[in-house]
Nanobody
Framework: QVQLVESGGGLVQAGGSLRLSCAAS????????MGWFRQAPGKERDFVAS????????YYADSVKGRFTITRDNAKNTVYLQMNSLKPEDTAVYYC????????????????WGQGTQVTVSS
């Protein structure tokens, strides 16, 4: 079992920045690729970004490329999502997830999920 706890969400104006954190506990963190997903009201859960076990490979949704950065610190068992130049359409609940396989954008690949953190971007 892997337990994931997100933090860092909040209310920010358009153009602002937030950094989300996801702290993992349980099994060996470095064994897992990690991903961030988001879900807006009335919409499906969408892929945002993912990172492989070492942090050497990352993958982003086109909608966030160039604005968001995913990183991880295996010594701290934590994955981060730095979000810059935020837009109102980035408003959603953001979830982190752990995948025992290779880096992936498919939510079905991820075995463990956090409870989510709300990000609201005002215009």
């Amino acid at each position: 079992q892997v337990q994931l706890v997100e933090s860092g969400g909040g209310l920010v104006q358009a153009g602002g920045s937030l950094r989300l954190s996801c702290a993992a506990s349980g099994r060996t963190f470095s064994n897992y690729a990690m991903g961030w997903f988001r879900q807006a009201p009335g919409k499906e859960r969408d892929f945002v970004a993912s990172i492989n076990w070492s942090g050497g490979h990352t993958y982003y949704a086109d909608s966030v490329k160039g604005r968001f950065t995913i990183t991880r610190d295996n010594a701290k068992n934590t994955v981060y999502l730095q979000m810059n130049s935020l837009k109102p359409e980035d408003t959603a609940v953001y979830y982190c997830a752990a995948d025992a396989g290779v880096i992936s954008s498919g939510s079905f690949e991820y075995e463990y999920w956090g409870q989510g953190t709300q990000v609201t971007v005002s215009s």
